[in-house]
């Protein structure tokens, strides 16, 4: 069957139930069928980064995932992060050291040091700049994203 | 660039998806590990496949384990699990220095080290690994099993030996010896990216000479393989400059370069002169 399966996406711990098409990639159903408008869509092959997710533990391209293999895993998106009022560290180290300017990439970039930042909270300065190197922004040239996610990962750390 | 319709099949077993692989496999379709590679083409459209089985949820899959001197791969095993050594002292070391050049972090952690076997792309990392330590490829069908050496498998660019109603589901990768040297070194614009040249060597130091050399190469020819003219230039020599400089000029001579948008046969017939030359720099204990 081409036709549309039921699957139920969990996105930041609420159950979307949702009917979608095999082809339909995690990233068109988180936005299109879920409503979650959070997480960005740029090149849509893998290049950009900016439709990073977590997906389980693990930080993916949601461009590259059909929804249907993300049916009942834990995915968190950028609308996730904040507790309410209050900003995540990373958020708030991003605003605080200007690591946004038109904002677009900025989903992406958050979900994507999260997952890292959990996972390795003692990363190298090495490995966080290999990390960094995955997504695309075009405005900022990177320095004071870089200088962001150091900060956020010093405060984390205490 | 939304993939055209396809049918999705997700079997449990690798009896399933062999099953399912000898009927779709005629009727075009394809296995979908990690899709790093393949949703990019087919959001292009330049792969409509009919049917995609989906073999992440086949639990014997997704092991790496060590029988003997081999290391076995399983299909559904991500480029992550390569982050930290998987195996003891250079084996480990290498696979986790080769592996912070293939893509990136999140592509690394959806990829497969197998799927990139089976795409066969000249530039993949994996498959110079591949060729350079002699793995076998297991190939699994409805039919039986065999397996394939990696001088038997690597057919040209992104194409192999797997038959339409084959699955990989396993590749064998002899352990490094002990004291064991390797060196590695991929020439790329931006970090990430394809490589346009790349070389990996192994061998031992007996006596103060070069023993048991392996010299490979990866997207410098529609397939990537050892360099036997190179080799011959290390067994038997110290480990200096000279050596060195010897090794890479035979290496540059030896080979039969692609061209592509990147980089006509004679730069990279330069570059495969410097890969190599570096790579050995880099194996220097």
Redesign the interface.
């Known amino acids: 069957?081409?036709g549309k399966?039921a699957i139920t996406l969990n996105i930041n711990g609420r159950d979307h139930a949702i009917s979608v098409?095999?082809?339909r990639?995690l990233a068109?159903a988180i936005r299109e069928n879920c409503g979650q408008t959070g997480t960005h869509i740029g090149c849509?092959?893998?290049v950009c980064?900016a439709c990073?997710v977590i997906v389980g533990d693990?930080?993916?391209?949601s461009?590259?995932?059909?929804a249907?293999?993300a049916d009942g895993v834990p995915i968190r998106t950028v609308e996730g992060l904040a507790k309410g009022d209050t900003l995540h560290p990373l958020q708030r180290a991003f605003m605080d050291h200007h690591g946004l300017q038109c904002g677009f990439c900025t989903p992406g970039f958050l979900m994507?040091a999260t997952a890292?930042l959990e996972r390795e909270p003692n990363i190298t300065d090495d490995d966080l700049l290999?990390?960094l190197?995955?997504?695309l922004c075009r405005c900022t040239g990177y320095q004071n994203i870089i200088k962001a996610v150091r900060a956020a990962a010093a405060e984390m750390r205490a | 660039?939304?993939?055209?319709?396809?049918?999705?099949h997700v079997p449990a077993t690798v009896g399933g998806a062999t099953d399912m692989l000898a009927e779709f496999g005629p009727q075009d379709g394809r296995i979908l590990a990690g899709?790093?590679s393949l949703?990019?083409i087919?959001?292009?459209r330049m792969a409509r496949p009919a049917h995609?089985i989906?073999i992440?949820g086949v639990a014997e899959l997704a092991r790496v384990s060590r029988i003997d001197n081999t290391l076995s791969i399983g299909a559904t095993v991500r480029h992550?699990a390569f982050h930290r050594p998987v195996a003891d002292a250079e084996m480990g070391r290498m696979l986790s220095t080769v592996v912070?050049h293939i893509a990136?972090?999140?592509?690394r952690?959806?990829g497969t080290f197998c799927g990139s076997i089976a795409h066969a792309d000249p530039a993949s990392e994996w498959c110079l690994v591949a060729s350079t330590l002699g793995a076998e490829m297991v190939a699994r069908s409805k039919r039986g099993q065999r397996v394939i050496a990696a001088e038997d498998f690597f057919e040209g660019i992104m194409s192999t030996a797997l038959a339409e109603d084959e699955l990989l589901t396993e590749v064998r990768l002899p352990i490094l010896p002990s004291q064991a040297h390797f060196g590695f070194y991929e020439f790329n614009r931006r970090?990430?990216d394809f490589a346009i040249a790349m070389a990996l060597v192994t061998y031992r130091v007996t006596d103060g000479v070069i023993a048991e050399p392996r010299v490979g190469l990866g997207g410098a020819e529609a397939r990537p393989r050892r360099i036997p003219e190179a080799e011959a230039a290390l067994k038997g020599r110290p480990l200096e400059a000279k050596t060195f400089q010897a090794a890479a000029e035979a290496a540059a001579q030896a080979i039969d370069p692609i061209e592509d948008i990147q980089a006509d046969a004679e730069y990279r017939r330069e570059l495969v002169r410097a890969v190599t030359r570096r790579a050995l720099e880099r194996s220097v204990p």
């Open positions: 069957m081409t399966v098409e095999p082809r990639t068109d849509e092959h893998g980064g990073t693990d930080p993916v391209r461009c590259l995932m059909f249907a293999q994507l890292v290999d990390v190197a995955s997504n | 660039m939304k993939p055209a319709p396809f049918v999705r899709g790093q949703v990019p087919m959001a292009f995609l989906d992440n992550a912070r990136h972090y999140p592509i952690t959806r970090a990430g």
